[in-house]
């Protein structure tokens, strides 16, 4: 069992950057494929970028560039770095985790945290 916990979330000004961070519960995070998700208003969640044990990553197109996901397994922690953050960025971001290789579809992940606002203002 893995238990999520996202924080960092909140209100920047369009330009502006954030930190998010997912405290991950367990022995074996270092194992797990890591993932970030977003649900726009309204919409479907998404995918945003993803990472696996060996720091391998992958990022949706929107975010290329603009984002950044790593991870510390010393302090089972996921991060996700956004810069120029966009009004289009506001979301509710997910964590989430799987026991395998980093997959795109929120299908193929085990485990998910309970979300953390992000609002880009214009």
């Known amino acids: 069992q893995v238990q999520l916990v996202e924080s960092g979330g909140g209100l920047v000004q369009a330009g502006g950057s954030l930190r998010l961070s997912c405290a991950a519960s367990g022995r074996t995070f270092s194992r797990y494929a890591m993932a970030w998700f977003r649900q726009p208003p309204g919409k479907e969640r998404e995918f945003v970028a993803a990472?696996?044990?060996?720091?391998?990553?992958a990022y949706a197109d929107s975010v290329k560039g603009r984002f950044t996901i790593s991870r510390d397994n010393a302090k089972n922690t996921l991060y996700l770095q956004m810069n120029s953050l966009k009004p289009e960025d506001t979301a509710v971001y997910y964590c989430?985790?799987?026991?395998?290789?980093?997959?795109?579809?929120?299908?193929?992940?085990?485990?998910w945290g309970r979300g953390n606002q992000v609002t880009g203002a214009s």
């Open positions: 990472i696996n044990w060996s720091a391998g990553s």
């Open positions: 989430e985790s799987r026991g395998g290789p980093l997959g795109y579809s929120r299908t193929e992940y085990n485990y």
